[in-house]
């Protein structure tokens, strides 16, 4: 399955109200056969009902790119306004999962307060950080001109 358009939805919650509960919005769009997924708002929401229903989407929305042979994804956080261990855990089941097929999943925290959250969780040391979606599109095309 190829994604070509832009497109937004939020996961979670519907499409006119994105409130705190709502959950996060994720916009997808393809650049060079490459999925960035911007994230914005909170992963998750602190209502564990909300919050299973949006791990589970989110889930669901990374199956899926494996299912249509995406191997490489950006994942961008810098619209997060909130991440709980819940968002951490989902984050890294996807890049294992992509890992595994023989994929890729790097993540954009914008230099903000996430780089230092994930400084302090070690998830540096798990998958690849940048501070812009334009470094982590460079990365890829570096490793595709070195193959």
Known sequence: ??????????????????HRDAGVKVEQREHNGIVILELEGPLFSRSYKVQHDERKELQDLFQSLQLGRTTRVIVSLTKVNYVN????????????????????????HGGGKFEEVIHLLKLDQVWKTFVTVDEALAHFAAAESAE
Do not use: C
């Open 1 to 18: 399955m190829a994604y070509n358009k832009k497109r937004a939805y939020p996961i979670g919650g519907d499409d006119h109200h994105y």
């Open 85 to 108: 261990s819940s968002g951490w855990g989902s984050l890294i089941g996807a890049y294992k999962r992509l890992g595994s097929a023989g994929g890729e999943l790097l993540v954009v």
